[in-house]
């Protein structure tokens, strides 16, 4: 019945629809199909507690998120705490932190979680892992060896411009095809 908007920019998301889309709350207990016309008839029931059915031309459904057995599986091998809705246990201000040292946690192990909360969580893993191998730093390090580099003073240089179309993170700020075709008009790229 609640409608929470918890990541960056979801709130703008949803002022943006509410413009066009009407909300209802309410709790769904069923939908079916209306007979001869292809439509589904929606019933739920109201903040009230009345009872309603609406018909519609399309349904879209938004499952729970729940944790698998493999994941209750796997952590009770591992000696890891499950929170009541079968998800690790974590702490609240170490949210990649398990019960077990050294034993970190990140993504959807430790509940929902939208895809920049996850890369920020495994972040943070990688980083809670290198702390602890800190002591090893440099420990099995040898010195690079490179190969004799040639002379290239009087070549023409050569540039190579890699720009990364990663979704809608860049995708959504910067015409990707546009700086490509910019970038292929330079000289010597």
Do not use: H, W
């Not at 709130?11 to 066009?20: C, G, M, P, Q, V």
């Not at 209802?24 to 029931?45: I, M, P, W």
């Not at 031309?57 to 938004?62: E, G, I, Q």
């Not at 998120?65 to 170490?94: H, M």
Request: hydrophobic content about 35%; proline content about 5%.
């Amino acid at each position: 019945m609640d409608i929470r908007t918890y990541g960056k920019d979801f709130d703008r998301y949803y002022e943006n629809a509410r413009k066009e889309v009407r909300f209802v709350r309410s709790k769904v207990y069923g939908v079916e199909n209306v007979d001869g016309t292809g439509d589904l008839s929606v019933k739920y029931a109201t903040e009230d507690g009345g009872l309603a059915r609406e018909d519609f031309n399309l349904v879209v459904l938004s499952v729970g998120f729940q944790s698998s057995p493999e994941l209750v599986n796997t952590a009770k091998k591992l000696g890891i705490q499950i929170n009541p809705y079968g998800f690790c246990q974590t702490r609240d201000f170490l949210p990649v932190e398990t019960n077990r040292p050294g034993i970190f946690v990140c993504g959807s192990y430790g509940g929902p979680k939208d895809i920049p909360e996850t890369v920020m969580e495994a972040s943070g893993a990688a980083g809670s892992v290198s702390a602890m191998l800190a002591p090893a730093r440099d420990t099995l390090t040898r010195v690079k060896e490179y190969p004799e580099e040639r002379d290239v003073s009087g070549e023409e240089p050569r540039i190579g411009v890699f720009v990364c179309n990663c979704g809608i993170n860049i995708g959504g700020v910067v015409d990707v095809p546009e700086v490509r075709d910019y970038a292929r008009s330079l000289d010597n790229v």
